[in-house]
């Protein structure tokens, strides 16, 4: 799942199935705290994902145009539901019941979720806002929807940021500690006794360097090694995962962001897959 805006990760349902993973895009600006260009990341993904420069081959060699691999089912129509005055508590039920019906299976109980990200994206309410692309992970932990939360490639952080994460038991991995930290990120466990693993991947916990199509610069981040590194590496029943705030507005003219959240998709797409590659 390929949310643009953050706000469609506070659903504790929201996710792939396991066997098949199903690939629907929500677009969604209006959350957002300086810009709303991520609202069109999901079509720039997709044609990323198929662009002829690469082929339909993973690192760990599954085929994405195997249907078991990857199904993609398209887009979630929040904005258009938006422009309808629907507003934001019943946006949230919409994608909430979107995806149920896709995944019910894989409800039903906490999961560990892996999190990808400059930020913590744990405020009560950002500016007021409790659905906030800087708020996504605190109704998340107050609902008691993860068992731990694991925060990697963080570099943006206030004292707020750091007294949530302390509140909710938030296991928060620094970027100034990474070269300290990279042997147990690249080695992790999760998911065992609850439901499974979910990932969340904000394009930004990458250095700018590499993924310069984002609206919030940081840099400092991760190298995109770092993160296969320890998304391949990681042992566990990913049963969900996003990538989020891509923005194609910002990005470069060749699309160089939109390849590296291509990718991201890609990849998760067949770490959530049970079939097995050839590599
Ligand atoms: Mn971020």
Known sequence: ????????????????????????????GHNSSFLQGPAFAPHRIREAIWCGSTNSSTEEGKEL???RVLTD??????QEIRDCA???????????????????????????ILHLDAHPDIYHAFEGNIYSHASSFAPIMEGGYARRLLQVGIRSITSEGREQGKRFGVEQYEMRNFSRDRHLLENLKLGEGVKGVYISVDVDCLDPAIAPGVSHIEPGGLSFRDVMNILHNLQGDVVVADVVEFNPQRDTVDGMTAM????????????????????
């Open 1 to 28: 799942m390929f949310f643009s805006e953050t706000s469609g990760r506070a659903s504790p349902c929201t996710g792939w199935c396991q066997s098949l993973s199903i690939t629907p895009g929500g677009s969604l």
């Open 65 to 67: 145009k195997d249907p």
């Open 73 to 78: 089912v398209g887009d979630v129509p929040i």
């Open 86 to 112: 629907v507003d934001d508590d019943r946006l949230m039920n919409v994608i909430s019941e979107s995806v149920k019906l896709m995944m019910e299976e894989k409800l039903g109980g906490p999961v560990d």
């Open 260 to 279: 590296v959240a291509a990718k991201l998709v890609r990849e998760l797409t067949a770490k959530i897959s049970r079939i097995h590659g050839t590599g």
